[in-house]
Each structure stands twice: as structure tokens, then as C-alpha cells.
């Protein structure tokens, strides 16, 4: 049921995603007057960029040329092992087709269409259509690398073995925020990347698939997220810096809009659901208090600033700094807190579960949940200077 719903919704191939032939747009409108207008990350007049059609990798392109990159040119031009490379490429096809379904007008027909989203375990969440969806299209890309060895989903009980030789471990939440499409509130694709423990190859296959994946986000290799919104940036680090490449949908390309992003050391933003403020223990409100106030180490007043899209959250606190959390055990540490937090460092920021850093934890079960808090290094050692700053009361809430 759920591969013949895929196929019906028609996401475009490679060779659809150009300007001439933009997903999901009927053939009876006259998309020509459109065409040079403002679908490309440069279009707001500031920078004069020409770019032609996809070129092939390796090859100098009009971006190369006018000094900015695409995704996997700028991985070639860094040194990026070419395995790498290759994955990376199949997941930014991966994204594009994710984006093209979530701004699809036909995505709130697809709950009729998909049976089965039962979750028989307490530490997944009931998944939505468009997140089954969303898994096997990477999934897809993912057999189709040859690049890796399993893949651990959110959407997934356990691991799914894929190939013996793939030199890589992806972990990943495939659509976060799914809740919000209705609303047309941003989402987002969570990856993390490891290499595969080739010192384990001789175990039985669902041991060494279990143990790849439960690897401490210090032996990440690279992390990236999507976040699908006005624009489609996929945000990445490969190990050195952490840079943003913005989808150009004429051309089908991610360029380079935000190299070596850099968090800034304070910010005046902090990002929470306050709503459960009588649940949090007293040294969180005692912080959201003071900032708030402009009484802690930075006189300003803080700002409230909260989606409940963590991607995007995350998205903002990175280019203006702050603190993005959630207090209670409730974002997973393989999925989502190593890859963000990951992300975080390379940028100079910090990821914490309130005491440690996350990158240090090591992980006991796939679907393991923490607090999380991410953001400016300055504001992530100030909270975690009140002490109880993790909410242990959770009264079970709908939203």
C-alpha cells in the first residue's frame, strides 16, 4: 500500500527538477512569465549570479565560476572522500523530492490512502503518513549509493541492514515537525553519519546493525539537516566548519548561501514551550526568569522566539544565537540531539542534555530520549549553571 502511494504522487526524477519542468505544477499553466523570477536563493537583487543548467560533477559550472559553490562541488573542493561525496548526493535527491511533497497541495489526502502507522513501541511516536513517506524515499537513496551499510530511522522499530560492504552508518528522523504541515509551519530531515565498525563485520547481522548504530555522536563524520520552508537549505558539516546551501530551483541545485557559519557567542533569544512553566524544576524558571529580565550575565531582555519545529528553531538559533531546548526527556540522542549537536560545535556552539554534553553520551537504545539544549556557548554554560534544569515531571501531554 505504501510503495503504490509513493508511486501515485509522481515526485519528480532527477530530470524533472529544472525550471522547465517544476514538480507538481499542471502542464495548463503558463509558468513562462515565472521563470527568471524569485525561485533562486539569489533572486533579492543583492548578488548578480547567472547560473545555467546542472552541470556534471567534476566539471566547472557558471556557480564555480562566480565563486559560489553547489553542495557536491564545494564537497570536491574541500577534499571530501569520494564516498562521501556520492552519499551526500543521493541524500540531497532525496531532499528535493521530500520538499516537492511537502509543498505538494495533495499531501492531506494522503492519511486516507496509508494503513498500518500503528507504532508498537512506547518510545516512537504514532508516524504520520507524510514520515513513512519521507523514510522510504531515503531509504531508496540510500540502497541506491551503495554507500551504506544500515540505516536507523525514528520511523523504523530497528535498524535496516542494507549492504555489507557500505562504508557508512546513517541515522536520521525523515520529516520532523510532520504535526506542522498542515498549518504550512516549517519541517525539517535530520541526518547523521558514521563509518561502519569494520572490527564487528563477524557478529550476526542484527548485533553489528544495533552496535553501528549506538555509536557516541563524537564518531560522527559528518551531520546535516534539511529545513523546508520558504526555502529549502540543507545545513552540513563534514567535519571542518558547518556551512548552509540553499535550494535554486531553477536549476535543481543546493548553493552555498551560508559558508562557515558561526554561532555567535551570546544571543538574545531563547526558544522553549513556556506553557509548561509550572512543570519545569526551579532552576529552569529561575534562568527563563532572569534572562527574560535582563538580570542574568548578558543585560538585555531576552526574547521569546519557539516554532515547536525543531529544526527550525534550531535553524534561527544558529544564525543569531541563544538557546533552542526542549527540558524534558523527550528528543531521541541517536536521531536528533547527536546530529544537531554535532552541527553545533562545528559552528562553535554547544549541544547539553542540561549537565553533559551530549556528544559524549553514549547511547543504550535506538529510540533513547533526553533533554536537549542547543545554541551560543556563553548562554548554554550560563543554564547549565542553575543546576536542575531538566524537566523529570511529564504529565503526558497531547502537544
Request: proline share 7%; aromatic share 8%.
Given at each position: 500500500?505504501?510503495?503504490?502511494?509513493?508511486?501515485?504522487?509522481?515526485?519528480?526524477?532527477?530530470?524533472?527538477?529544472?525550471?522547465?519542468?517544476?514538480?507538481?505544477?499542471?502542464?495548463?499553466?503558463?509558468?513562462?512569465?515565472?521563470?527568471?523570477?524569485?525561485?533562486?536563493?539569489?533572486?533579492?537583487?543583492?548578488?548578480?549570479?547567472?547560473?545555467?543548467?546542472?552541470?556534471?560533477?567534476?566539471?566547472?559550472?557558471?556557480?564555480?565560476?562566480?565563486?559560489?559553490?553547489?553542495?557536491?562541488?564545494?564537497?570536491?573542493?574541500?577534499?571530501?572522500?569520494?564516498?562521501?561525496?556520492?552519499?551526500?548526493?543521493?541524500?540531497?535527491?532525496?531532499?528535493?523530492?521530500?520538499?516537492?511533497?511537502?509543498?505538494?497541495?495533495?499531501?492531506?489526502?494522503?492519511?486516507?490512502?496509508?494503513?498500518?502507522?500503528?507504532?508498537?513501541?512506547?518510545?516512537?511516536?504514532?508516524?504520520?503518513?507524510?514520515?513513512?513517506?519521507?523514510?522510504?524515499?531515503?531509504?531508496?537513496?540510500?540502497?541506491?549509493?551503495?554507500?551504506?551499510?544500515?540505516?536507523?530511522?525514528?520511523?523504523?522499530?530497528?535498524?535496516?541492514?542494507?549492504?555489507?560492504?557500505?562504508?557508512?552508518?546513517?541515522?536520521?528522523?525523515?520529516?520532523?515537525?510532520?504535526?506542522?504541515?498542515?498549518?504550512?509551519?516549517?519541517?525539517?530531515?535530520?541526518?547523521?553519519?558514521?563509518?561502519?565498525?569494520?572490527?564487528?563485520?563477524?557478529?550476526?547481522?542484527?548485533?553489528?546493525?544495533?552496535?553501528?548504530?549506538?555509536?557516541?555522536?563524537?564518531?560522527?563524520?559528518?551531520?546535516?539537516?534539511?529545513?523546508?520552508?520558504?526555502?529549502?537549505?540543507?545545513?552540513?558539516?563534514?567535519?571542518?566548519?558547518?556551512?548552509?546551501?540553499?535550494?535554486?530551483?531553477?536549476?535543481?541545485?543546493?548553493?552555498m548561501t551560508h559558508p562557515n557559519i558561526s554561532i555567535p557567542?551570546?544571543?538574545?533569544?531563547?526558544?522553549?514551550?513556556?506553557?509548561?512553566?509550572?512543570?519545569?524544576?526551579?532552576?529552569?524558571?529561575?534562568?527563563?526568569?532572569?534572562?527574560?529580565?535582563?538580570?542574568?550575565?548578558?543585560?538585555?531582555?531576552?526574547?521569546?522566539?519557539?516554532?515547536?519545529?525543531?529544526?527550525?528553531?534550531?535553524?534561527?538559533?544558529?544564525?543569531?544565537?541563544?538557546?533552542?531546548?526542549?527540558?524534558?526527556?523527550?528528543?531521541?540522542?541517536?536521531?536528533?540531539?547527536?546530529?544537531?549537536?554535532?552541527?553545533?560545535?562545528?559552528?562553535?556552539?554547544?549541544?547539553?542534555?542540561?549537565?553533559?554534553?551530549?556528544?559524549?553520551?553514549?547511547?543504550?537504545?535506538?529510540?533513547?530520549?533526553l533533554p536537549l539544549f542547543l545554541g551560543s556557548p556563553e548562554d548554554i554554560e550560563e543554564l547549565q549553571s542553575y543546576g536542575?534544569?531538566?524537566?523529570?515531571?511529564?504529565?503526558?501531554?497531547?502537544?
Amino acid at each position: 500500500m505504501l510503495s503504490s502511494t509513493i508511486s501515485s504522487l509522481n515526485l519528480p526524477p532527477r530530470t524533472q527538477l529544472s525550471s522547465s519542468n517544476p514538480p507538481f505544477f499542471p502542464q495548463r499553466y503558463n509558468l513562462a512569465p515565472f521563470r527568471n523570477m524569485a525561485s533562486s536563493p539569489f533572486s533579492g537583487g543583492l548578488i548578480n549570479l547567472r547560473i545555467n543548467s546542472p552541470t556534471a560533477v567534476g566539471s566547472k559550472s557558471d556557480s564555480v565560476n562566480s565563486g559560489y559553490y553547489t553542495l557536491i562541488e564545494y564537497m570536491g573542493k574541500e577534499g571530501a572522500a569520494d564516498d562521501l561525496v556520492l552519499l551526500f548526493g543521493h541524500l540531497e535527491y532525496a531532499s528535493k523530492k521530500i520538499a516537492a511533497l511537502v509543498a505538494s497541495p495533495f499531501n492531506s489526502s494522503l492519511s486516507k490512502n496509508i494503513v498500518g502507522t500503528e507504532t508498537s513501541s512506547s518510545d516512537r511516536d504514532k508516524p504520520k503518513p507524510l514520515d513513512l513517506i519521507s523514510n522510504e524515499i531515503i531509504l531508496s537513496s540510500l540502497r541506491n549509493s551503495g554507500k551504506v551499510a544500515v540505516m536507523a530511522s525514528e520511523e523504523d522499530e530497528g535498524p535496516v541492514w542494507i549492504t555489507d560492504d557500505g562504508p557508512f552508518v546513517v541515522v536520521m528522523d525523515p520529516l520532523d515537525g510532520s504535526r506542522n504541515i498542515d498549518a504550512s509551519i516549517p519541517t525539517g530531515t535530520i541526518f547523521g553519519i558514521y563509518k561502519r565498525l569494520v572490527e564487528i563485520d563477524h557478529l550476526p547481522v542484527e548485533e553489528k546493525a544495533s552496535l553501528n548504530c549506538l555509536q557516541s555522536g563524537a564518531k560522527l563524520v559528518a551531520a546535516a539537516y534539511v529545513l523546508y520552508s520558504s526555502a529549502t537549505i540543507l545545513c552540513a558539516s563534514f567535519g571542518s566548519g558547518t556551512h548552509a546551501f540553499t535550494l535554486d530551483h531553477t536549476t535543481g541545485d543546493f548553493l552555498m548561501t551560508h559558508p562557515n557559519i558561526s554561532i555567535p557567542p551570546r544571543g538574545q533569544i531563547y526558544s522553549v514551550n513556556d506553557a509548561r512553566y509550572f512543570d519545569w524544576p526551579e532552576g529552569l524558571r529561575q534562568y527563563i526568569d532572569t534572562i527574560r529580565q535582563g538580570k542574568g550575565k548578558h543585560p538585555k531582555k531576552y526574547s521569546a522566539r519557539y516554532i515547536c519545529s525543531l529544526v527550525a528553531d534550531f535553524h534561527r538559533t544558529l544564525l543569531y544565537g541563544g538557546v533552542a531546548m526542549n527540558p524534558r526527556d523527550h528528543l531521541r540522542l541517536v536521531y536528533e540531539a547527536n546530529p544537531l549537536s554535532f552541527l553545533a560545535e562545528k559552528a562553535g556552539g554547544r549541544g547539553s542534555d542540561g549537565k553533559n554534553r551530549i556528544l559524549s553520551i553514549q547511547p543504550v537504545k535506538l529510540h533513547q530520549r533526553l533533554p536537549l539544549f542547543l545554541g551560543s556557548p556563553e548562554d548554554i554554560e550560563e543554564l547549565q549553571s542553575y543546576g536542575d534544569v531538566q524537566q523529570k515531571v511529564n504529565p503526558g501531554y497531547d502537544v
